[in-house]
């Protein structure tokens, strides 16, 4: 077999290959490029939230001269989200003893196991998280609304020209409002939802209120409710930090105050999932 037959047979596989390559990188390259924004998008929001919460660090001494509207923002963020939280967590409890009581129905345990269960996953996760992505949805999207328009109707720029501090004025208050009102709803959300778990097991037959509390004292950890309560207080600085720095971000009017109420909803959802994983890997 001479050289110019060697060639021929060998060049339907190169062609092949070539082919494949082409192919290969046209796939590729539309990926990596749209990978390649979003993750840009991701690390310059990173920046964008961190030069932020710095300015609001650098401006927390101002803003203790802003007492009232401390207080102000207290009551709209956590008195007024009090029945939200209510019907969360009353349901969120009943439903969790059900199916609890639903897997252990043919097991040789018990019924105080039920409560043993039931309240340490209510004090450790679902009376933080619960209310957390639900005042995510409420809380942030009315924070990011109200900063947006302000910023768009160009009423933060006359603040700023009346020589008040913008971040120490609408900023600051809202972040301590929701650290201090989220530990105060992570009570209420953990006494209502046990409370409505223990009553919902009556009323289904499962287990008595004195079985229920009978378990819950048998298996309870000081810690856990330790442990919840500091889950609450992140979650509380990060659904007021984030909304509030969308909202002073926004820019394009009607639209932007509404892509930035959206975003600010999603980003406080996903950061507090992120959030309470980290939390649980470190902590427990």
């Not at 082409?22 to 979003?38: C, D």
């Not at 209420?188 to 819950?216: D, K, N, Q, T, W």
Request: charged share 10%; aromatic share 10%; hydrophobic share 50%.
């Amino acid at each position: 077999m001479n050289l110019g037959q060697m060639r021929l047979r060998s060049s339907p596989s190169r062609v092949n290959l070539r082919w494949f390559h082409w192919r290969f990188h046209s796939f590729l390259s539309p990926i990596s490029v749209i990978l390649g924004h979003r993750i840009g998008r991701v690390l310059h929001g990173v920046g964008s939230y961190s030069l932020f919460m710095a300015k609001g660090l650098g401006a927390s001494r101002e803003s203790l001269r802003h007492l009232p509207i401390i207080f102000r923002q207290m009551v709209q963020l956590g008195v007024n989200s009090t029945p939200v939280v209510i019907m969360a967590s009353v349901f969120a409890g009943v439903v969790f003893t059900l199916q609890t009581a639903y897997q252990l129905e043919n097991s040789f345990l018990p019924p105080d196991t039920i409560g043993a269960v039931v309240v340490p996953t209510l004090i450790l996760e679902m009376a933080a998280l619960t209310p957390g992505l639900v005042l995510a949805s409420r809380i942030g999207a009315s924070i990011a609304a109200e900063l947006g328009t302000m910023k768009v109707t160009e009423q933060v720029d006359a603040l700023e020209a009346m020589g008040l501090n913008s971040i120490a004025y609408l900023v600051i208050p809202r972040i301590l409002a929701g650290i201090v009102m989220f530990p105060c709803m992570y009570v209420a959300s953990a006494m209502i939802s046990i409370a409505g778990g223990a009553i919902g097991g009556e009323v289904m037959g499962y287990l008595s209120v004195e079985s229920f509390i009978l378990g819950a004292k048998t298996w309870f950890v000081p810690f856990d409710a330790f442990f919840g309560l500091s889950k609450s207080l992140v979650f509380g600085f990060l659904i007021t930090s984030i909304a509030c720095w969308k909202g002073l971000t926004t820019s394009g009017g009607a639209d932007g105050v509404g892509k930035a109420t959206t975003e600010a909803v999603v980003i406080a959802c996903v950061n507090i999932l992120i959030a309470d994983y980290i939390m649980a890997e470190v902590i427990l």
